[in-house]
């Protein structure tokens, strides 16, 4: 089945400061890649999305990459706020069979 | 509002009890999944019913028993739990079709098995 590896599994960086999220997945059949957010006591929200036949998305801060050979996608997140603190989880699909990432707790410091 | 509703949001159960979690979906999708969070470990997909049909069981123990009776609802039965199943259970729905479609997510049910 799919493997979903996520680095680092925890990130801090000063405000203002841009972070950036890697994931990398086994099954070369996913073609779907979201991004998750959650913070503390709340559920998974979506972030932003990727399939399999785009390269790169954008939406304001957020920018997501795909490289299908080498079966890796980064979350790039610029302009950080210590409102972007949460965990981060990448996931990868085929079907409707999603498998994530082990996570990474992102901080910002003001 | 989530648009998928979980009950209840704390469970405190003990090994012999059988109890039952809940989850409502009005967001008119066709899918819908079971997925248990535990620290510092990936979400687990337990169980996805796609048009009330079970599609994926991912070796989950036989004391979890889940039940889709419309494609608006969602339960996980529980009985003779152990310790180490206490986690969060989040439910999640989504909309299948041509293409991949993201997983809207419940509040979750924090459970422990004492």
């Known amino acids: 089945g799919e493997n979903v590896e996520q680095h680092p599994s925890t990130l801090s960086v000063q405000e203002g400061d841009s972070a950036v999220i890697k994931c990398t997945y086994s099954d070369s059949a996913s073609n779907y890649f979201p991004w998750y957010k959650q913070e503390l006591g709340k559920r998974p929200q979506l972030i932003i999305d990727?399939?399999?036949?785009?390269g790169e998305k954008k939406d304001q801060r957020i920018a997501v990459t795909l490289n299908k050979t080498a079966k890796h996608f980064s979350l790039h997140i610029t302009e950080t706020q210590p409102e972007d603190s949460a965990v981060y989880f990448c996931?990868?699909?085929?079907?409707?069979?999603?498998?994530f990432g082990a996570g990474t707790r992102l901080t910002v410091k003001p | 509002e989530t648009g998928v509703t979980q009950t209840p949001r704390h469970l405190v159960m003990g090994m012999t009890n059988k109890k039952s979690l809940k989850c409502e979906q009005h967001?008119?999708?066709?899918?819908m999944y079971w997925y248990k969070q535990s620290a510092k470990k990936p979400l687990e997909l337990m169980f996805v019913y796609s048009l009330e049909e079970r599609v994926e069981n991912n070796s989950v123990p036989s004391r979890f028993s889940p039940e889709c009776p419309n494609s608006s609802h969602l339960f996980l039965h529980l009985h003779t739990l152990q310790p180490e199943d206490s986690a969060l259970y989040l439910c999640a729905s989504s909309q299948e079709g041509t293409y991949n479609s993201p997983l809207h997510f419940g509040n979750g049910t924090r459970l422990t098995v004492t």
């Open positions: 996931a990868a699909s085929k079907g409707n069979d999603m498998r």
């Open positions: 967001l008119g999708h066709n899918a």
């Open positions: 990727i399939r399999s036949n785009v």
